[in-house]
């Protein structure tokens, strides 16, 4: 009996594990773009609107290679977690495939609806 219900505990934690796993690997540019982004970049917006096809690729690149530190040094979301901590190097680098992906010289510019 104990050992079924052990067996089960273990069972439990490898499927939680499983689901978290699965999350992290759904994380995509597009995604991160709306949660991380958005928020501020959105219709008439105060910061601007910016979608990808916004700008053109030497924009973007631009932007994360030389501006973004410094533009969103002192942005922070509505909860006080400072732009540039909230996003990790990884998600950063998510965000800027999907931007340049649907820049406006880009194959499929994109809106990001
Ligand atoms: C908490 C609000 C906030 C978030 C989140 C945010 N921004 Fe901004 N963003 C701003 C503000 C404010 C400015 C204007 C900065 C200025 O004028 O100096 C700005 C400016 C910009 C600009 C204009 C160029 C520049 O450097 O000033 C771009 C492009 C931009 N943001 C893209 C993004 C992208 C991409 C993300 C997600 C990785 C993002 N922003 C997340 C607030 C935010």
């Known amino acids: 009996m104990r050992r079924t219900a052990l067996a089960l505990a273990l069972l439990a934690l490898l499927a939680g594990g499983a689901v978290a796993a699965d999350k992290a690997e759904k994380l995509d540019g597009k995604t991160l773009y709306k949660t991380m982004c958005k ?18 690729i030497e924009q973007w690149e631009r932007f994360f290679d030389e501006d973004y530190a410094e533009t969103h040094a002192e942005a922070a979301y509505e909860d006080g977690a400072k732009v540039i901590d909230a996003i990790t190097p990884e998600m950063l680098k998510l965000i800027r495939e ?5 820049a406006a010289d880009s194959e499929h510019p994109m809106t990001c609806g």
Not at 98 to 102: A, K, S, V, W
């Open 39 to 56: 928020v501020c970049h959105g219709e008439d917006a105060e910061a601007g609107e910016y979608t990808p096809m916004y700008l053109i």
């Open 98 to 102: 999907f931007c340049i992906e649907g």
